[in-house]
DNA sequence: GATGAATGAGCGTTCATTCAT
DNA sequence: TATGAATGAACGCTCATTCAT
């Protein structure tokens, strides 16, 4: 079994190249969104980012923990995506549809529920803590506003918690599409209205 | 653990007990649904049943077999009840409720489209393609009644595939709650009342 | 797993049809010649005799012991048309001619030894003492009617046991040759003729 | 017997020892001769190489491979020697007597055609042709040499790659041969001598 | 900083065999 | 006579992890 065997000790960094560490994080989230915590060995990972396991390790303590700093830099992007077009002055209306299109046209479909979910059974407490907290923090982002919103009237008053996960849920919904309905929706707009329109409807009951 | 060793050969039949088959079938989706394909081994599945993982193979071919069972017999069975539910002369509103109510008070969470994703890479064409049936089976109970409702003017003109979507979609927005906010709904039925109603507001809504 | 359920209790026997003893048997040493003992698994033979498993363990203890009898019958029938083409009143060239090709007309290549060197590893020692009887009388045969050639001087004298291990040697020659080279012998009387004029030859020089 | 618990990791490397590789292939090859493809398990080799399964799998791939490997090696050091003793001044007679005392005396006993058989199931088309490749090598070398005794006269004219085939498989004869007829072949060299003696006649006569 | 070599545990699957019916 | 249900032991293979270099 043949082996590419690599240069010994520390590679001359070519030009604009992302620092190893980097790139073990930033592709190994794209392949845990893809495929899912079980579905990722960390010698795919390895492959995908030309190093060898031992690399991998030598950044990462453990897969848990890759996985783990994985979907916390992930939900903090997301996070502050959505602090950024929440901080404009469009209406909240308009700043949820911006919301809604960005997580539609991110190329992997991201369900970070159910995510987590399958990845918790091998994580550690800790770790388990560290990922709701970054969650909890993308959560509270959209639940202020909206509290914000119903405090200013613009929307009548709700438990914006829950209208929060409710939101953020509803995104999931292509998901659950099969191909033929998926082309449907001939752009991201149109679904991405849809969706906003139906949500915007159900906020706006009393309850 | 320590290991009960069974006799060798065909058991001596006892009266009043689940014909194996059922059993495996019964827990195999129990566990399926707590953690996941990837994560529940045919061991494991072995395990709980009392039984070895050859006996298992006894009855399920495969374990990628095994899965499709399980999810099409409960895919049918949700359906089923569905089904019940809106055979009834009650207001599509207050069936919606019963429905969702059934969900929630379901033990395991079930969010089938996470749930095939992660197990479909494992799965033949003609699995996926038995599953998709059932899906789509539960599906369309809902979209008919959705577009029966329109029809009628029960409620607005709107998709009723996309709506039907959502409705599965939003039972699943528990899975996204953490402990302390999954408290502060003292009963299932607060919850299942607060997700119909911003639901129905939702459809409310011309679009 | 829908399985076909045969009916319990004693099949009506079907005109003509073989009993099942000797159904079981037949199947299995075609299927032995044609992959070798270790590949031939019990699930294959009851399968490609229409019978459960546990009907061939009921006529044959072990998986041992079938391919026992079922070798030591064949070579029993190779051993009886051996002795019947040595029987006639043809020289013994002619005589070995027809015996080579009768057998490279069998459909399945037989080389017992290499066989049955792959299976004595599983075999009890009775059990190989058995099938080298039946293959020393096999060889015997062919030993006595070249040891008789000798003593007539029909050919010169030469050590008759090694001279009949040759010739049955020399008969799988066939088994080391690629398609191709096969394809260049349009008959198999052609290549029997070739083997015997080569075999002929050798035993004619002194040694 | 006593699993020697060996620390994890990468083992210090001690002075002239075989490289773990060689160990494998070198180990592989003798099983597999002595026992066939499907009766020897990767942990099998692994045991007596006083390794993991794991690392086996480190250096092969699949169990087809290592076995690939395994043949090809040995066909082509079989060949070399084959090559050398033919490319020597003395008479091809002399040279065919030194290549059987070779493959006679060799621990195992080779028999490349009938092992071929029971792992073609096995393999990959690639590996078969690579072993076909090897194997004809083999052939080559010998029928060459035959070809051109032929046309310098030193033997009859005579299909020299049947001829060829002939001698190799005439080598496995000792493979049939009971314990009691082995011994009265005292040394190696007389039973070379025979099968050698009759060969060589075989090659005399015209055809 | 990065690698090559090795492990132990587990996984999906198969198989010979057993036993009550 | 023949079957259905079950077992225990292997097998080929993968994977997360460890450690010397």
Redesign the pocket.
Known sequence: MK?????????R?EHGEM???DTILQTATAMFLQKGY???????V?EKC??????????Y??????FTDAMIQLMTQIKQKSAAILATNEPLKVQLFHIAKAHLEATVNIDITAFMKEAKV?LSEEQVGEMEKAEEALYSELEEALAKAMSKGEIPNNNPRLTALIFINMLTVRNAMNEEFKKSFTTTDKLAKHIIDFYWNGLAGES
Not at 38 to 43: A, G, H, K
């Open positions: 082996k590419k065997h690599r240069t010994l000790g520390r590679p960094k620092p190893t560490e079980p579905l990722v060995s960390m010698d795919d390895a030309n190093v060898t396991k031992a690399t991998v390790y030598y950044y303590k453990t897969k848990a923990e890759l091998s």
